[in-house]
Nanobody
């Protein structure tokens, strides 16, 4: 069973940047979808961006512009570059994957492999 582990979270001031990483402990066999999600207490988990094994990316509409997803297949690592961070970006950030084909969408209900999350806190 592949395990996912996020890192790179922390505290940053508004306007700052962070890069999150998600490392897979094993090989993600194709086809797969993998991506980033976030959640604040008492709110539904929301999708940010996902990427498939071919490198095709899909962003949630509200996340376009300040977030960039990428992957390094040689390192089994997924990244999320975040810029111009705002206090409302404060959340627990998760990476998640599913090993099936089809068009990858940032819908959390479709993903069954989850990391433990990394906290991002943006102060004003």
């Amino acid at each position: 069973q592949v395990q996912l582990a996020e890192s790179g979270g922390g505290s940053v001031q508004a306007g700052g940047s962070l890069r999150l990483s998600c490392t897979a402990s094993g090989y993600l066999s194709s086809p797969y979808c993998i991506g980033w999600f976030r959640q604040v207490p008492d709110k539904e988990r929301e999708g940010i961006a996902v990427i498939d094994d071919d490198g095709t990316t899909t962003y949630a509409e509200s996340m376009k512009g300040r977030f960039t997803i990428s992957q390094d297949n040689g390192k089994n690592t997924l990244y999320l570059q975040m810029s111009s961070l705002k206090p409302e970006d404060t959340a627990m950030y998760f990476c998640a994957a599913h090993l099936s084909g089809g068009y990858c969408l940032p819908k959390y209900s479709e993903y069954n492999l989850w990391g433990q999350g990394t906290q991002v806190t943006v102060s004003s």
